[in-house]
């Protein structure tokens, strides 16, 4: 009985997640923030080779300047819609 403790007792600190430190909050918010941008980058360079893509950043250039937000923020606010709603309707299919 004492060696199942002692394993439950290992299981649990194995699982245990490390502290949260702030201090490295703005240094992975720069490389999230930088990943982001060149992914947008890289798309922009290749619409170039895609008259449908283009046409689709074209679209979002002028939606962005009407709500006066940039280009960057743009893409974000469709993509983040898009995956909630993607979520959305796959925890809708699991209820049924």
Known sequence: MNVFKNKVTLLSIYFESPTYDQRFKGVHMLESH???????????????????LADGIKWLDDQAQKKGITFYDMVFEVLYKHDVNSKAKEWLSTRN
């Not at 990943?35 to 008259?51: A, I, N, R, T």
């Open 34 to 52: 930088a990943f982001f941008s060149k992914m947008v980058d890289e798309l922009v360079e290749f619409s170039e080779y895609d008259p449908e």
